[in-house]
């Protein structure tokens, strides 16, 4: 089955600065890359995602890049602000029947003001 | 819309005992999914739903139960609590078909067993 492997866990920058956070897959059949945000007490909440045949997406501060030939792709945000600060996971599937996700540990970042 | 709602938030349960979790949800989305969030280790799948009267097994299912009766509810069963089943649960649900892949989470229940 699918492995997705998330890194750092735990991240803290100041605020203004860019975030990181890079993700592996195992699975060259996963073509679908979707990027959760967990705020505190609350369930995950989709921010942004990517198909595989999309190498980059942006959405305002946040952009996701993906290399299919490496199996690995990243979320960066720019010019954090504090409410960034929250659990982000990574996730990957495929479209075959089900979607049956598969998610990363999960990067806790902390944005300093 | 109330999107996809989840009771109790908290629940304390002794070993052995067993409980329900509810999950509901009002987009009329066909696909729902069971995951328990445990420290260090993301989101892992118990028990996913297609469909009203179709289920099927994820990565974790040992100890839980699910039926899907209608499409809005999709509970969770415990059927002899265990101290191992301590954990924060979340229900999703999700459209079919290719076009949207986005998965809406409820706001968890957090039990502890002792």
């Known amino acids: 089955g699918e492995n997705v492997e998330q890194h750092p866990s735990t991240l803290s920058v100041q605020e203004g600065d860019s975030a990181v956070i890079k993700c592996t897959y195992s699975?060259?059949?996963?073509?679908?890359f979707p990027w959760y945000k967990q705020e505190l007490g609350k369930g995950p909440q989709l921010i942004i995602d990517?198909?595989?045949?999309?190498g980059e997406k942006k959405d305002q501060r946040i952009a996701v890049t993906l290399n299919k030939t490496a199996k690995h792709f990243s979320l960066h945000i720019t010019e954090t602000q504090p409410e960034d600060s929250a659990v982000y996971f990574c996730?990957?599937?495929?479209?075959?029947?089900?979607?049956?996700?598969?998610f990363g540990t999960g990067t806790k970042l902390q944005v300093i003001p | 819309n109330a999107g996809v709602t989840q009771t109790p938030k908290f629940q304390v349960l002794k070993t052995g005992q067993s409980m329900t979790l509810q999950c509901a949800q009002d987009?009329?989305?066909?696909?729902m999914s069971w995951y328990r969030q445990d420290p260090g280790m993301g989101l892992r799948l118990i028990h996913y739903?297609?469909?009203?009267?179709?289920?099927d097994q994820g990565e974790v299912p040992n100890g839980y139960n699910v039926s899907r009766s209608t499409t809005e509810d999709f509970p969770l069963r415990l059927l002899s609590a265990a101290p191992s089943q301590t954990s924060v649960y979340f229900c999703?649900?999700?459209?079919?078909?290719?076009?949207?892949?986005?998965?809406?989470f409820g706001p968890g229940t957090r039990l502890t067993v002792t």
């Open positions: 990517i198909r595989s045949n999309v």
């Open positions: 996730a990957a599937t495929n479209s075959g029947g089900y979607q049956k996700v598969t």
């Open positions: 699975d060259s059949a996963s073509n679908y």
């Open positions: 739903s297609v469909g009203a009267g179709i289920t």
């Open positions: 999703a649900s999700s459209k079919t078909g290719v076009s949207s892949y986005e998965q809406y």
């Open positions: 987009m009329n989305h066909e696909y």
